[in-house]
């Protein structure tokens, strides 16, 4: 399951799929990438994950959904193998989403072209991307 996944991450890298958007002159950097996972059940989960660094200000936003587990479960989410925070399914999208950001005085990771974010339950990946 997680070799499959790692494929899929490396197949979205391949694919160009990833965005650097650099704004003129401003400094912004906005890196995007899609995250995908293996089919649980009759679902397959998906999601998306956003950095943006601009005037010494940085935030990072994880949101997954169609996550076949139960409501109320916790889903750690990683970039390059750190843990960042984690996720908590809600009933609506059977998903959620993790929102960093250094004004409201969270810490957030370094995050660069080519950084590897999952989000798993326990040990087990349901969905990478790669910025």
Do not use: C, H, W
């Amino acid at each position: 399951m997680t070799r499959r996944l790692f494929s899929a991450a490396a197949m979205l890298l391949l694919a160009g799929m990833p965005a650097l958007v650099q704004a003129g002159g401003s400094g912004e950097v906005r890196l995007r990438t899609q995250l995908t996972g293996a089919r649980i059940d009759r679902l397959t989960p998906s999601g998306q994950a956003d950095f943006r660094a601009r005037s010494g200000r940085a935030d990072l936003k994880v949101e997954v959904e169609d996550v076949n587990v139960p409501v109320g479960t916790v889903l750690d989410v990683y970039v390059d193998n750190a843990k960042v925070g984690t996720i908590t399914v809600a009933a609506v999208t059977l998903g959620g989403e993790l929102d960093l950001n250094t004004q409201d005085g969270a810490v957030v990771p370094k995050v660069g072209k080519g950084s590897v974010v999952v989000v798993k339950n326990g040990e087990q990946g349901i969905v990478a991307g790669v910025f």
